[in-house]
Structures are given as C-alpha cells and as structure tokens.
C-alpha cells in the first residue's frame, strides 16, 4: 500500500475546443492539506469534479486510498466534497444535513443523530441540530458543510473555493479555522482556490495550475521563494515584472554576489539595467522577464543609507499605499519611468514619505529571478 | 407627525382599492352573486307553479337515488386517478425541460408542449376521436397490422376518457412543475450524491420536497379542471362516461329542474374543497405557501 491517498496519472479530459486537464501526474500524501491554485478557467474544477466522479476522465487514472476509481460513481467514492455555494439542504434541519451521508448507508436513526450530533459539537456547533440551515451565519453554514462530510470519515476531503462567498473578515478566520480542523481530524484535504493567500496559508503542498497543467508543484515556501517559471513568479504573491534582454553573463557577475546560482544583467527595452539570479541556462542576447519581490527591495532617502555591495536604483516615489503591515510605496525608476513596487519596512522610518521625493532603491541580485521570456508575453511589464 | 405620515397611509390604502377593484368587482359580479344565487335556488323545493318553500329535498334526492351517488363517487376517484397520471407523466417531461434540456433546447421542448393548446379544447377532443372511433385511424392500423381481428371501438371507454383528461390537464401540470424544478439549485443534487445518495434517494429526499410546492399546485389545477371538465368526458366517453358535470347539464338544461342543478353544484363545490384539503393536509402543505412558491 502507498502512502498517498489521492494519486492521479497523466489525468486528461478534453472538451470540445479546449484542453481542460492535461496528462497531469501528482499525489497527495495521508493526512496532507493539498492545494491546486489557479486563475479561474485553469482547469482547477474540472480536475476536482473528475477527482469527485461528476466527470469521467478522458485518459488516465485516478487512484485514492490505493484503489482505481475508474467507473466507480460519485456516491461510491470514498471522497466527499465541500461545494463552492456548500449545498446545504434547505429542506432539512442542521442535524439532518449532517446525519444525510449516515442515513444512506443504513445507519440506524438513533446512531446518526448520535453521531451527528457528535460531529457537530466537535465543529464548534453543539446544539444546532435543531435549527434550520437558513438560521446559521456564513461562517457556522461553513462548518455545517465540513461536517456533513467529514461524518462519514471519507479518505479524501475535497474543497471547491469554500471561502469564496465570506466576507473578508470572516474568510481571514475561516482560514485559519479550516487549517486547525484539517490538523484535528487528519483527514487528507484537496483544496481549490485561486487565492494565493489560501493556498499559502492553509497548504502542505500546493500545485500552481495553468491551462491544464501544474506549473509547480511545492511547499509554499518552494513557490514564494523559489519559483520555478515565470507564471508561477507572476501568480504567487506580488512582484515587480521587468522584460528584457541579458547583457553580462559572465563568471565575475555571480562571484561578486557570492550567489549559489548563476547572475546575470538585465537591461531593458529603454535601457534600465538591473540584475537577477537566471533560472536555466542563458546567454547574452536572450529575451528574458525578471521578478523582484516588493520586501527584497531596500529603499533609502540617499544611497548610502542602502546595504553595501548591491547595484542601486535611483526612483521618485509616485505614491504611498498604506494599509497597515502591508504597505507599500510605488516608485518610477529615475531614467525610464517605469514603475517599482517596495514594500516599506515596519520600522516606521519611512512613515513621513511624500509623493514625489527622490529615493534610492537596491536588491539583493540573487533573491531576484529571471526566466526566459515566454513566446508572447515579452510585450509590456506586468 | 401624525399630520405628515396619515395622507400618505391613506394614498397607499386608496392605490391599493384602486388595484385591487377590478379582482374584486370580477370576484364578487362573476363569481360570488351567481354562487348566493345558486345557494338560495338549492335550499328550496317546488311545490305548484312559481310556488317555492325552503326546503332541504335537492339534498335528500342526491344522497337517497343511487345513481347520483354513484357518479358523483366515480367522478371523484377518475378525477383523483387523471391527476396522479398527469403527474406521473408530466413529472419525467418537467425535469427534462427544467434540468436535462436547458437554454434554447429546454424552451423548445416546452413551445412543443404548449402548441396543442392552440386549438380549441373542442377541435382537439374530436381530433381524439376521429383517431379512436371503430372506423378511425388508429383502429383500422391495429387491424391492418393483425392485433385486432377486425377495427374495434376504442371510444366509449373508461381509458379513453382517462386519455383524454390527462392529455387536455398536462400542460397545468407541466408549468407549476417546471418552475419548481428550475429553481432547485444543481450543486444540491450533486451534494446528495457525493454523500452517497442514490438516485431514488436523491429524488425522495432533496427532488420531491423541493419541487413539492409545485407538485401540489400542479395536482389542485389539474384536479379541480378534472373534475369540473365536461367536454372531454362528454365526447370520449359517450353515455357511458357518467361524469357528474354532465348530471348538473341535464338537471339544468334538459329537465329544467334548477334547484336539483343548484345543489348537484354545491355537492361538487364541497367534494373539490374536501379533496384539496385533504391532499394539502396529507402532504404537510398550506394553501398559500403553494401558491406563492409555485
């Protein structure tokens, strides 16, 4: 026996035009919180639903718990799913959507309102049994939808964007809440989402999806820190995106950085130079796009006042974006124009900037990435 | 305060008369007045020319001359029979335009159900029987094709008439029902079957209750059509149909006998009202609630 509960190989599913799923291959460890993420129309929910059995697979296998679900339905599958809208009965109270799964497979009533009312207690909602599902709050409804599943002890549990219709306050604990529930129960959970800020939060292991295909596959930190393509780059968190074409790529570069990989320099269309770890061989000549994490950046008044040894940028800030630990100040580059975003230290130092001061700006080359630039997308900056 | 906000109650009660006057002027002119007319005509008893006492008699007839009873009972449970038919059919059609056959497709599928209601109720019964007679169509090919020795009488039975009730009531059926199956959001269906619900299950425990609002309007049109129909029963069914409608024609119009005419309506009235409510209370309904979310 494995120790993945869900493994998929060269999964594909076609609908007329397009490739929803494409010959994908991954598992999902025993009791792992695993997340696909992915802009909408990635193929994200068709790959969920055919996990779900809702739809056939065109080629390939899926596997959970170590079995075949090749033409095993829906209702016969040991996954159960958490619906995007949750689907709860309108027609049943709380403990009769939660005691549904139970009653199907014959369990007596007294067991299932037992151990209904059991699941709900453990989800925070002792004594809802009674109540209508049109009574709880988005939050409670929530838990309700993850215990009427998790009752019937599937192997896997799957999660259509169930934050999606909260309200930013209540998503924020609701993330959290489902992270301390997956831990509780052990259970293993496939998450859906194309907020990368879930994802991150929530996930053991998440796979970035892009037209049918993971671009990733990795731990967050794997993702944030060290993307493996430009889409993912782009996708997981903020960046600054500058295109150009490598000038330098020689030895002295990378050792005056003391960098473990390869450094190049960047120049742009209109002539900024900066530069960056390269990811995959290249040469001088290459078009290529280059990310830079808002917080990798160091902003100072002059400078001087900027870490030793690293090329500086000259900028004037266009304006501030305040929003508590998250902010940030929007700079143009002093001889392009072209916009620079820096996440401003906690510090409070740079708490009295105002629209239109000169500013220096550095960054470390190697917490800097470039990728060869993809066919089409060299036009203009993110 | 009370200077400011009385004129405007008092605008909003007067726009809502002035709505509501056409619903009750019909209410009361059409439907209420010949109804106390008909109540007073059923309460008395003919007794020498233009000589009338109240009397309970057209009652007393009814319940002592079997044949009343009689038709009136068989009317009841044909009536009954037709709307469990019609709801049986429509039931498969319903889902098929609401959830199978959606968009442009699903409003086809529902024009084709609405084009035979086009032609006249009258036009269309005939149709039935120019199909059905010994000497119609559909006879004939039965005997052509050797599974009836020679054309038979397919008019005049009990199942035409049952055929000829549930075809004229299934579009009743088919609106109530369609809308009620539209608004049954999909992802519950899936829901249900990712918990492990079959599909009998997933049609007794999330379809039906949903959809029973609809169901049960469908099932008080096409009942109370059924059993006031006269035409249908009449031309399919020939003498032997026995409808109680046709009961009340012929106390009204061929013997002339308007009381006993008044008091066979009545009759009717109080069975169509005890059967409605009867079904509301069995199915756990109220009568409002149906009607609103219908």
Redesign the interface.
């Given at each position: 026996m494995s120790d993945n509960d869900l493994e998929a190989a060269a999964v594909s599913k076609r609908f007329s035009d397009h490739t929803a799923v494409d010959s994908l291959s991954f598992a999902v460890a025993r009791g792992s919180f695993f997340s696909i993420l992915g802009p909408s129309g990635c193929g994200k929910t068709t790959l969920l639903r055919m996990i779900a059995g809702f739809i056939a697979p065109d080629s390939g296998d899926i596997a959970i718990g170590g079995r075949s679900m090749r033409g095993v339905a829906p209702n016969r599958r040991p996954v159960n799913m958490v619906f995007q809208q949750l689907a709860l009965f309108p027609m049943m109270s709380v403990g009769e959507n939660v005691a549904f799964g139970l009653a199907r497979r014959g369990v007596e009533r007294a067991e299932r309102t037992r151990r209904a009312a059991a699941m709900l207690e453990r989800v925070g909602l002792a004594g809802a049994a009674q109540k209508r599902v049109d009574e709880l709050s988005g939050g409670q409804r929530q838990r309700v939808a993850i215990a009427r599943s998790l009752v019937l002890e599937p192997t896997l549990l799957l999660l259509d964007e169930p934050l999606g219709a909260l309200d930013l306050k209540l998503r924020e604990h609701m993330k959290i809440e489902l992270k301390q529930l997956q831990a509780a129960f052990g259970t293993t959970f496939v998450y859906i989402t194309h907020d990368q800020s879930e994802a991150l939060v929530l996930s053991d292991h998440v796979g970035v999806m892009s037209q049918g295909r993971f671009e990733q596959l990795g731990t967050p930190q794997d993702l944030y820190y060290r993307p493996q393509t430009p889409f993912v780059a782009g996708f997981v968190g903020a960046n600054n995106r500058i295109v150009g074409r490598v000038t330098r790529t020689d030895a002295g570069l990378a050792a005056a950085h003391a960098s473990t990989g390869p450094v190049v320099e960047i120049t742009t269309a209109d002539g900024w130079t900066i530069r960056a770890r390269s990811q995959g061989a290249m040469s001088v000549g290459d078009a290529v796009e280059a990310f830079v994490r808002p917080e990798v950046a160091s902003l100072g008044r002059a400078p001087q006042e900027l870490p030793g040894g690293q090329p500086s940028h000259a900028g004037d800030v266009q304006s501030v974006l305040f929003d508590g630990a998250n902010s940030a100040v929007l700079l143009s580059e002093r001889a392009t124009r072209r916009e620079f975003r820096i996440a401003l230290p906690q510090t409070g130092q740079f708490s009295d900037l105002k629209p239109g001061e000169s500013v220096a700006f550095s960054f470390e080359p190697e917490r800097a990435v470039c990728f060869p630039a993809r066919p089409g997308a060299a036009g203009q900056d993110a | 305060m009370l200077d400011a906000a009385a004129p405007g109650r008092w605008t909003a009660r007067l726009n809502l008369g002035l709505l509501l006057a056409p619903a009750l002027l019909w209410l009361g002119a059409l439907i209420v007045l010949p109804h106390v007319e008909l109540g007073v005509l059923s309460f008395r008893e003919r007794v020498g020319p233009r000589q009338y006492v109240p009397s309970l008699a057209q009652y007393r007839t009814f319940f002592t001359e079997p044949l009343y009873w009689h038709v009136f009972l068989r009317t009841a449970v044909m009536s009954v029979l037709a709307t469990l038919m019609t709801l049986m059919l429509a039931f498969p059609i319903a889902w098929t335009i609401a959830k199978i056959a959606r968009g442009r497709a699903g409003s086809l599928l529902f024009i084709l159900c609405l084009i035979p209601f086009w032609v006249s109720e009258t036009v269309r019964t005939l149709g039935w029987m120019i199909l059905l007679r010994e000497s119609g169509v559909l006879p004939a090919l039965l005997a052509k094709l050797g599974l009836t020795a020679v054309p038979v009488e397919l008019l005049y039975h009990d199942a035409t008439i049952m055929v000829g009730l549930v075809y004229t009531s299934l579009l009743f059926m088919l609106i109530p029902l369609i809308s009620s199956l539209e608004s049954l959001?999909n992802?519950?269906i899936?829901?249900?079957?990712?918990?492990?619900?079959?599909g009998f299950?997933i049609l007794r425990?999330?379809v039906i209750?949903?959809a029973a609002p609809g169901i049960t309007a469908g099932c008080i049109i096409v009942f109370m059509l059924t059993l006031g129909n006269y035409l249908t029963p009449t031309l399919l069914g020939g003498k032997n149909s026995q409808w109680f409608t046709e009961q009340i024609y012929t106390q009204f119009i061929t013997r002339f006998n308007w009381e006993q005419g008044a008091a066979f309506g009545f009759l009717l009235l109080a069975l169509s009202t005890a059967l409605v409510v009867t079904g509301l209370r069995l199915t756990g309904q109220r009568f409002g609630d149906v009607m609103r979310r219908s």
């Open positions: - | 959001d992802s519950l899936e829901a249900a079957y990712d918990l492990g619900a079959g299950a425990t999330i209750p949903h």
